[in-house]
């Protein structure tokens, strides 16, 4: 509870991604939302090229009862609303509350790969990167650090051949264990649907990724070729690196078809 409101995880969630959206929206740019109520389930429509995520209409309600978004209809029964200021307001408070600048990142990270839309898009990624971190927590989490390196690495050629499938680019390669020509072949077919600003993000992500992949390598091979033990902290840097990698490339690619 927040200065008087109460809500559940989801609906603050839902909230995040109402006052992100908007926020990544040039004002000029901007409309209401609407929820377009089909037969197999709510879908939020944004502004402008926005994701679609799949929702429950309730949770409009429940933040539209508390006064964090503006609701009405349209002639047809389409309901249209906006985040408030209040809304603003709570999303400020949320992100206060959830600790430090450091601990925010990493909980906005790993909160994107545990949503239902990410996990839709690539459930055999997230299902090696969720093992790979529930490993990292582990009590006997120093003993299962080569294996967390392993699952990170498996998670990431999930992640590309998920990318390949849905995007279809020419030449890539068939080989999984080439993750990164895979994500590169991926972001040349739809380089002209992309921002201009997004584009050399991107590029560059490809190239961090390379690094990530190097302590990846490292990880799964349990440091023998650098002659020094491996560490929690290595396990902690491959796991979260490999979160941040995806969620870049994904965010970014999202709004796609």
Wanted: charged share 25%; proline share 5%.
């Amino acid at each position: 509870m927040i200065d008087g409101i109460m809500l559940e995880p989801e609906q603050e969630e839902l909230l995040s991604t109402l006052v992100e959206i908007t926020r990544n929206t040039p004002r000029e740019d901007r409309g209401a939302f609407m929820v377009a109520r089909m037969l197999q389930g709510d879908i939020l429509v944004s502004p402008g090229r926005g994701p679609r995520p799949e929702i429950y209409y309730g949770d409009i309600e429940i933040l539209a009862s508390k006064g964090l978004v503006n609701m009405r209809f349209s002639d047809r029964g389409t309901p249209n609303f906006d985040v408030t200021p209040e809304g603003f307001a709570y999303y400020r408070i949320m992100k206060e509350r959830s600790g430090n600048p450091v601990e925010q990142i990493e909980d906005e990270v790993t909160k994107y790969l545990e949503a239902h839309d990410f996990q839709q898009r690539y459930p055999k990624a997230y299902a090696k990167w969720s093992e790979a971190a529930a490993k990292l927590w582990a009590g006997d989490s120093q003993n299962q650090l080569t294996t967390i390196g392993h699952l990170c690495r498996e998670a990431v050629q999930e992640f590309a051949t998920a990318l390949v499938e849905r995007f279809q680019p020419p030449g890539a390669p068939a080989d999984s264990a080439r993750d990164q020509s895979r994500i590169r072949a991926t972001l040349a077919h739809v380089r002209d649907r992309l921002g201009s600003r997004e584009v050399p993000l991107l590029e560059a992500m490809i190239d961090y990724w390379s690094a990530v992949s190097g302590l990846i390598q490292r990880q799964e091979h349990g440091g023998q070729k650098q002659g020094d033990a491996l560490r929690w902290e290595d396990g902690r840097r491959v796991v979260f690196q490999t979160a941040v990698v995806m969620f870049e490339i994904d965010h970014s690619l999202a709004s796609l078809t």
